[in-house]
C-alpha cells in the first residue's frame, strides 16, 4: 500500500542555521503530498502542499518540490528561527478515498 | 472562527468504562476524521465519513466506533476502554476534492489515559 518514510529525529540546529527534512513516499498513482507541523501542545496544521510532479510548495520560509522521479518531497528552510521547533509530517493522499497517509514525524529543536 | 473542536481535552479513565470524544466542526466540511498519535508511530487514522452517515474504517479501528447522524459532528466511541488506547487523539475534516479530501483541518487534541 501507500505509505511515507520521513527521517527520524529529533533534529537539533542552531538558529540561522539551514534545515533539510527527508520525505520519500511511496504510491499508487499520483498523489498530492503535504507536509504538516504540530507545534507543541497544538494540533497539526497545514504548512504546505504540492499537488502535482514538479509543483513547489512554500510557506512561512519553508519549501518541498515535488519529485515524482526520485518520489521525494524534502523540507528545507534557509535559516531557521527558534520558534520553527515543532514536530513535522510528511503527508499523501492515498487509496480510493484520498485519505491522508502520514510519516511518523520529525522532531525539530533550534537553539538560540 | 473556522475551527475544530474536541472534548474533552484531557481524560483519566479505567478499563472498561465506556466513554465518548466530541468533536465539532463548524466550516460545513463533508468529510471527517479520527486519528491516534503514538510515539514512534505518527498518526494513524481510526475512522473517517465522507459525509452524514457514510463512515468507514481506517488503519486501526478495532476498539472504537464512530456515528455520523450531523454534518458538523463526528463523535469517538470507546465503548470498553482498554490501557493500549491510551493516546492522544486527533479530529480533522476538511472539504471534498477530486473526490477525496485534500488539506484537513485538525482539532487540539485530546489526550486519554486508560488505567
Known amino acids: 500500500g501507500d505509505s511515507v518514510t520521513q527521517m527520524e529525529g529529533p533534529v537539533t540546529l542552531s538558529e540561522e542555521a539551514c534545515l533539510t527534512i527527508n520525505c520519500t513516499y511511496t504510491a499508487t498513482g499520483y498523489p498530492s503530498l503535504f507536509w504538516y507541523v504540530q507545534y507543541p501542545g497544538e494540533g497539526l496544521q497545514l504548512l504546505l502542499k504540492a499537488t502535482k510532479a514538479d509543483d513547489k510548495g512554500s510557506n512561512k520560509g519553508f519549501e518541498a518540490t515535488y519529485r515524482k522521479e526520485t518520489t521525494s518531497f524534502h523540507l528545507e528552510k534557509g535559516s531557521v528561527q527558534v520558534s520553527d521547533s515543532a514536530v513535522y509530517f510528511c503527508?499523501?493522499?492515498?487509496?480510493?478515498?484520498?485519505?491522508?497517509?502520514f510519516g511518523k514525524g520529525t522532531k525539530l529543536s533550534v537553539k538560540p | 472562527e473556522a475551527q475544530v473542536t474536541q472534548n474533552p481535552r484531557y481524560l483519566i479513565t479505567v478499563t472498561g468504562k465506556k466513554l465518548t470524544v466530541t468533536c465539532s466542526q463548524n466550516?460545513?466540511?463533508?468529510?471527517m476524521s479520527w486519528y491516534r498519535q503514538d510515539p514512534g508511530l505518527g498518526l494513524r487514522q481510526i475512522y473517517y465519513?465522507?459525509?452524514?452517515?457514510?463512515?468507514d474504517k481506517g488503519d486501526v479501528p478495532e476498539g472504537y466506533k464512530v456515528s455520523r447522524k450531523e454534518k458538523r459532528n463526528f463523535p469517538l466511541i470507546l465503548e470498553s476502554p482498554s490501557p493500549n488506547q491510551t493516546s492522544l487523539y486527533f479530529c480533522a475534516s476538511s472539504p471534498p476534492f477530486r473526490g477525496g479530501p485534500e488539506t484537513q483541518y485538525f482539532g487540539p487534541g485530546t489526550r486519554l489515559l486508560v488505567l
Open positions: 466550516m460545513n466540511h463533508e468529510y
Open positions: 465519513s465522507m459525509n452524514v452517515e457514510v463512515t
Open positions: 503527508a499523501l493522499t492515498g487509496g480510493s478515498q484520498g485519505n491522508l497517509i
